[in-house]
């Protein structure tokens, strides 16, 4: 049997996710965030990094999203659901499941940590100086990388009802917290191509499903 280390309001809600919709048996182990926001320590008997998704299955240990989708596709998807059959499809699959954890979730992991760099738990004498720094990186590089970054996605989807056309993927799997996070942190209000997306993944009745197994998202 699979056993989820979900660890809430977490990126392993894209696995969860991916086993709802290729409708195989799997368990959750549940994680609470610490106020730091931190995975509890519990994690790092699962695997050393102690960070989430990471997966069970029979003695493995299998960390990072990216592979853990291939492992499930390649594993579990008896029924061809999610199979591209394209060539190009392919190719196209393999970019954005490594641009997703590879490009653009470090910049906002970045707007994360810099937008709260006036905030607690820094201490407030220094908040000022935090809050200055944090803003001005934003300002002079940080937003602008992302920018790039959304009108490149933004652009993708205009042109295509997937990422990896002609159909439903893991790479849409993969996508979908980058993006969730992106709209959640502003950068994504007028980008009409990444909402449709983001309405219709949401729309999807696995979607439902892994939300109800394992807590709602709520991205900051
Ligand atoms: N690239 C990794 C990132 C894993 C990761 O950083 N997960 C976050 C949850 S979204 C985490 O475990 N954070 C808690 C911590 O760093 O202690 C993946 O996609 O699996």
Redo the contacts with the bound molecule.
């Keep these: 049997m699979i056993t989820v280390h979900h660890?809430n309001n977490?990126?392993?809600q894209r696995v969860l996710w991916m086993l709802e919709e290729l409708e195989v048996p799997y368990q959750i182990k549940l994680y609470q965030?610490e106020s730091t926001?931190?995975?509890p320590d519990a994690?790092k008997k699962v695997h050393p990094l102690?960070?989430?998704?990471v997966i069970t299955d029979e003695n493995r240990v299998i960390?990072?999203?990216?592979a853990?989708l291939e492992y499930l596709a390649e594993r579990y998807d008896a029924e061809n659901r999610l199979k591209l059959h394209d060539e190009e499809a392919r190719l196209q699959s393999r970019y954005w499941l490594h641009y997703a954890?590879g490009s653009v979730?470090p910049l906002l992991v970045m707007k994360l940590i810099f937008g709260r760099m006036g905030k607690p738990p820094v201490p407030w004498l220094l908040r000022p100086i935090g809050n200055a720094f944090g803003q001005g990186v934003q300002k002079a590089w940080l937003d602008k990388q992302l920018a790039t970054h959304r009108d490149f996605i933004e652009h993708h989807l205009t042109t295509h009802g997937w990422f990896a056309d002609p159909q439903f993927s893991i790479a849409d799997v993969q996508m979908s917290?980058p993006l969730q996070a992106m709209s959640a942190r502003g950068g994504a209000a007028d980008s009409p191509a990444i909402q449709a997306w983001l309405d219709k993944i949401q729309n999807r009745a696995a979607w439902h499903r892994a939300l109800q197994k394992g807590g709602e998202i709520r991205l900051s």
């Design positions: 660890l977490s990126r392993s965030r926001m931190l995975a994690l102690g960070k989430s998704p960390a990072e999203s990216g853990i954890e979730m917290f």
